[in-house]
């Protein structure tokens, strides 16, 4: 009976302290929300890489025309240059400048030959064609005047018939010469259509020729296609140039830095947002300006240490443009990689 009732209380014990802990589900609805906190915007970090914006120019033989050797080298490494200027000239210059002479005499013997048929003739040539022409103008007439004569003569038997025919075939004889004379005074004085049509064809096939020693000549030398700095040499008077060309350049008043970016920020990047540069074992930042985002998705090319890196990754190349504290500090960094973060 005891046992019982110490049951019984035990059991209204339990019961009394159940009532007296609140339900589970009346805390949680007690409980106010917690407001939602929208995650801050991150930057967008990639690898980039220090280039000029104007590219560097890799400069060769034009025409990739490896056959003749460097003859004179006309720069040095770090030399500012014009756009335009010579900076090299390989050994078969001299054979094509003496090409591009005698084509440009040949233009000068044409253009003289032109102006002498469209002058026609000089003035004094021109005086005794027309001298001539009144000559043998005035013999036609007095061996015309024989021979009409000679005609009236010849029935009667005054004149014999040898003498009647030689004077027939003198009058012939000098309308013919006449009409030499008057040709040739015709061409002093107006070109022939024809002679002028012959002599512009030589003219132009002339120039033709000179344009293309000109150009021949020109694939014998190097001219700067921009302004800037000479960066490498690698050809010297001597060398046959290889593979890596003769010399590279690039203008370095602007400097670019081109950023891997992945695809997957693409959507967050914009042009016009800020950025910072970060140089390896350079403790400052370069502020710097994204300029223009590429239109080619491809595989990754900046190299990394990183053994864990997504080497198969795919990024786009976007362009940033150097503050010019950036510009003055990494203008002898060509090529050197940096750290890049973009605020979207």
Do not use: C, H
């Not at 469209?118 to 022409?133: H, K, S, Y």
């Not at 000109?214 to 700095?229: E, Y």
């Amino acid at each position: 009976m005891n046992r019982r009732y110490l049951a019984l209380g035990a059991a209204a014990l339990i019961l009394a302290g159940l009532a007296a802990v609140p339900p589970l589900s009346r805390g949680l609805a007690d409980k106010p929300p917690e407001p939602s906190v929208s995650p801050q915007p991150i930057g967008i970090g990639a690898l980039g890489r220090v280039e000029p914006a104007s590219r560097v120019r890799k400069l060769n033989q034009a025409g990739g025309m490896n056959v003749s050797r460097l003859a004179r080298m006309l720069v040095q490494e770090g030399d500012r240059v014009a756009m335009g200027q010579l900076l090299a000239e390989f050994s078969d210059a001299a054979q094509k400048d003496a090409a591009t002479a005698q084509a440009a005499a040949l233009v000068r013997q044409s253009r003289a030959s032109l102006a002498r048929i469209r002058a026609a003739g000089r003035a004094e040539d021109i005086q005794a064609a027309r001298d001539r022409v009144d000559a043998l103008a005035a013999a036609e007439t007095s061996l015309a005047r024989d021979a009409a004569r000679s005609d009236l003569l010849g029935p009667s038997g005054a004149t014999a018939i040898a003498t009647i025919e030689r004077n027939r075939f003198a009058a012939i004889r000098a309308k013919a010469e006449r009409a030499e004379a008057e040709a040739a005074l015709a061409k002093l004085l107006v070109p022939r259509a024809e002679d002028l049509a012959v002599a512009e064809a030589e003219l132009a096939g002339a120039e033709a020729a000179l344009a293309k020693a000109r150009a021949d000549g020109d694939l014998s030398r190097i001219f700067a296609p921009i302004a800037g700095t000479i960066l490498k040499i690698y050809a010297r008077p001597g060398d046959q140039a290889g593979s890596d060309g003769v010399l590279e350049m690039a203008d370095l008043d602007r400097l670019d830095v081109v950023a891997d970016v992945y695809e997957t920020d693409l959507p967050r990047l914009r042009a016009g947002a800020p950025a910072e540069v970060t140089v390896p074992g350079d403790p400052r930042r370069y502020a710097a300006e994204v300029r223009d985002i590429g239109w080619l998705v491809r595989r990754n090319v900046q190299a990394t240490t990183d053994p864990v890196a997504a080497t198969d990754a795919r990024s786009v190349e976007v362009r940033l443009t150097l503050s010019e504290e950036g510009r003055a500090a990494l203008s002898r960094r060509v090529n050197m990689q940096v750290q890049v973060a973009i605020r979207p």
